[in-house]
């Protein structure tokens, strides 16, 4: 527990992507976006590499000088290609490149973190896709420490879909080959793929209470984490909605848990087209929820 006075870190949110009303305000270039964030008060953004790293040096080194400026903390998700658990070798070589252009993009961006997807088992059973996931990743990890990569922090995100590598399990499972491994915890996605839980408080302590115990207090402290009203089938992840939708997990209960714990991970909201508007209405319910906090003492 932090003293008083001391400045405790907060927790940082932000929007994945470029949000309607950025255009909507009359802005075209990825470069005006940490300006327009720090308007908002926010204080991350994730720059998205879904379909492929096609950002250059010169527009990644202005995107990450203003975000430097505004003091955005910037983090990449890589091309939804990546499948760590391929038998194909070509599909494996291009699953490396990947890894490391988003790297390299990062690099150049000055952004400290890359979010991907692990892949999927294919035919083969579970377990011998995470053998070959692990297996493919390790060598890939030799790669990045020797171009001096490696500060950059790599996130295994947990997925959506029953047929998806990615479950909490075998994120964390993932993030024991090295330390620069975080898990990206996204709750709208463990909401899809067990049809509807991540609604109570318990719930989201288990997932901190697990990291904790798996990785240790630094990883649950800082966990990487997406957050956005999904609608799913028995398969898992539909689509996303914003948080006008009924749809869950609900936001009110995961915040308390933030507020309550002190601790300080990177939020990032996927809403469709809101994602800016919905990290801030996480963003405020969290420092209200501080402030009644300090000032109950
Ligand atoms: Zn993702």
Same mark, same amino acid.
């Given at each position: 527990?932090?003293?008083?006075?001391?400045?405790?870190?907060?927790?940082?949110?932000?929007?994945?992507?470029? #949000?309607?009303?950025?255009?909507?305000?009359?802005?075209?270039?990825?470069?005006?976006?940490?300006?327009?964030?720090?308007?908002?008060? $926010?204080?991350?953004?994730?720059?998205?590499?879904?379909?492929?790293?096609?950002?250059?040096?010169?527009?990644?080194?202005?995107?990450?000088?203003?975000?430097?400026?505004?003091?955005?903390?910037?983090?990449?998700?890589?091309?939804?290609?990546?499948?760590?658990?391929?038998?194909?070798?070509? $599909?494996?070589?291009?699953?490396?490149?990947?890894?490391?252009?988003?790297?390299?993009?990062?690099?150049?961006?000055?952004?400290?973190?890359?979010?991907?997807?692990?892949?999927?088992?294919?035919?083969?059973?579970?377990?011998?896709?995470?053998?070959?996931?692990?297996?493919?990743?390790?060598?890939?990890?030799?790669?990045?420490?020797?171009?001096?990569?490696?500060?950059?922090?790599?996130? #295994?995100?947990?997925?959506?879909?029953?047929?998806?590598?990615?479950?909490?399990?075998?994120?964390?499972?993932?993030?024991?080959? +090295?330390?620069? $491994?975080?898990? +990206?915890?996204?709750?709208?996605?463990?909401?899809?793929?067990?049809?509807?839980?991540?609604?109570?408080?318990?719930?989201?302590?288990?997932?901190?209470?697990?990291?904790?115990?798996?990785?240790?207090?630094?990883?649950?402290?800082?966990?990487?984490?997406?957050?956005?009203?999904?609608?799913? @089938?028995?398969?898992?992840?539909?689509?996303?909605? @914003?948080? +006008?939708?009924?749809?869950?997990?609900?936001?009110? #209960?995961?915040?308390?848990?933030?507020?309550?714990?002190?601790?300080?991970?990177?939020?990032?909201?996927?809403?469709?087209? @809101?994602?800016?508007?919905?990290?801030?209405?996480?963003?405020?319910?969290? $420092?209200?929820?501080?402030?009644?906090?300090?000032?109950?003492?």
């Amino acid at each position: 527990m932090k003293e008083l006075g001391e400045t405790m870190e907060l927790a940082k949110f932000g929007p994945a992507g470029n #949000p309607d009303a950025f255009y909507e305000a009359g802005f075209k270039a990825s470069v005006d976006i940490p300006g327009w964030l720090s308007r908002l008060r $926010l204080a991350a953004y994730e720059y998205q590499c879904g379909r492929g790293v096609n950002v250059g040096e010169k527009t990644a080194g202005a995107i990450g000088k203003a975000a430097a400026e505004q003091n955005i903390a910037l983090s990449i998700h890589a091309p939804y290609y990546i499948n760590l658990a391929t038998e194909d070798e070509s $599909l494996a070589a291009n699953t490396e490149n990947h890894i490391l252009k988003s790297l390299q993009a990062a690099r150049w961006m000055g952004a400290d973190r890359v979010i991907f997807h692990m892949g999927s088992p294919g035919k083969s059973s579970r377990q011998a896709a995470m053998d070959r996931a692990k297996h493919r990743l390790s060598g890939v990890l030799d790669k990045i420490e020797r171009l001096g990569l490696s500060d950059i922090i790599l996130a #295994p995100e947990t997925m959506g879909k029953v047929n998806q590598l990615g479950s909490l399990e075998e994120v964390v499972q993932l993030c024991k080959l +090295a330390p620069n $491994l975080l898990p +990206a915890v996204d709750f709208g996605h463990l909401h899809a793929v067990t049809r509807g839980k991540y609604t109570d408080r318990q719930e989201f302590e288990a997932v901190f209470d697990y990291v904790q115990a798996e990785l240790g207090e630094a990883a649950a402290c800082s966990l990487h984490i997406h957050f956005s009203r999904i609608e799913y @089938t028995k398969a898992g992840e539909k689509r996303h909605w @914003t948080f +006008a939708d009924e749809y869950g997990p609900p936001h009110e #209960p995961f915040i308390a848990v933030i507020a309550d714990r002190k601790l300080q991970p990177r939020i990032i909201c996927e809403s469709a087209g @809101t994602q800016a508007r919905d990290a801030l209405i996480m963003q405020e319910l969290y $420092l209200r929820l501080l402030n009644k906090d300090s000032v109950a003492g």
